[in-house]
Nanobody, 125 residues
Framework: QVQLVESGGGLVQAGGSLRLSCAASGRTFGSYDVGWFRQAPGKEREFVGTISWSGGGYIYYADSVKGRFTISRDNSKNTVYLQMNSLKPEDTAVYYC?????????????????WGQGTQVTVSS
C-alpha cells in the first residue's frame, strides 16, 4: 500500500516557476514508477511525465511540457519532484502524482494503482 500527498501548488505569473512534491508513505515506494498528471476544468486528465522506480532508468515527458518541466526522485526521502519552469496559463490545472508497479503504459492514468489528492497550480497571464 502506498499513500501519496502532493504539495507545492499555488498561484504564479506566466514565466514563473513552481516545484511540486509528491511525498509517499510505504516501505516499498522505491519500487514504484511515479507519474504526474494534470486536469484542467472541463478537460480530461492529461499525462505530464513519469519517472521509473530507479531514477536512472527512464523519464518521459509529454510534448507540451518537454524542456520546461523536470521530474526527479529521492527514494531516501520517499519523494518525487516536478520542477516547472517557464509556466504558461495553459499549465493551469490540478496536478496529481500517481504510482504504479510493473510494466505498463506510463502515459495512461488507468495503469496507475495509487493517487494523491492533487494540488492546484494556477498560472496568471
Amino acid at each position: 500500500q502506498v499513500q501519496l500527498v502532493e504539495s507545492g501548488g499555488g498561484l504564479v505569473q506566466a514565466g514563473g516557476s513552481l516545484r511540486l512534491s509528491c511525498a509517499a508513505s510505504g516501505r516499498t515506494f522505491g519500487s514504484y514508477d511515479v507519474g504526474w498528471f494534470r486536469q484542467a476544468p472541463g478537460k480530461e486528465r492529461e499525462f505530464v511525465g513519469t519517472i521509473s522506480w530507479s531514477g536512472g532508468g527512464y523519464i518521459y515527458y509529454a510534448d507540451s511540457v518537454k524542456g520546461r518541466f523536470t521530474i526527479s526522485r529521492d527514494n531516501s526521502k520517499n519523494t518525487v519532484y516536478l520542477q516547472m519552469n517557464s509556466l504558461k496559463p495553459e499549465d493551469t490545472a490540478v496536478y496529481y502524482c500517481a504510482a504504479k508497479s510493473g510494466p505498463s503504459r506510463v502515459d495512461v492514468s488507468s495503469t496507475y494503482d495509487y493517487w494523491g489528492q492533487g494540488t492546484q497550480v494556477t498560472v496568471s497571464s
